[in-house]
């Protein structure tokens, strides 16, 4: 029943911005995040919000440049990039569990990810 969703990927120059969704179904979770995994690269964490109150976390590779939000209404979970760099090419990933974290085999649920390609 639980479903997530990703969308907005594309190819962008370095210094550009993409905004990805994650659409939420079936039920909501305490957190929700983003990750990333590039080829041949382990998956990794980039941003972590709350669905019930306001925290929000950050991976020091993407602070101050990343901003995660949420439309509680919309049931969808955002992650604005900004000043974008060839290193942030991935595929992103949304993830939900009941207790955060940062690692991948703490999260429950995951969408299909959508592909983010940063030329220089």
């Known amino acids: 029943q639980v479903q997530l969703v990703e969308s907005g990927g594309g190819l962008v120059q370095a210094g550009g911005s993409l905004r990805l969704s994650c659409a939420a179904s079936?039920?909501?979770?305490?957190?929700y995040s983003w990750f990333r995994q590039a080829p041949g690269k382990e998956r990794e964490f980039v941003a972590r919000?709350?669905?019930?109150?306001?925290?929000?976390y950050y991976a020091d590779s993407v602070k101050g440049r990343f901003t995660i939000s949420r439309d509680n209404a919309k049931n969808t979970v955002y992650l604005q990039m900004n000043s974008l760099k060839p290193e942030d090419t991935a595929i992103y990933y949304c993830?939900?569990?009941?207790?955060?974290?940062?690692?991948?085999?703490?999260?429950?649920?995951w969408g299909q990810g959508t592909q983010v390609t940063v030329s220089s």
């Open positions: 993830a939900a569990n009941s207790n955060g974290g940062l690692r991948v085999v703490e999260y429950d649920y």
């Open positions: 079936g039920r909501t979770f305490r957190n």
């Open positions: 919000i709350r669905w019930y109150e306001l925290y929000t």
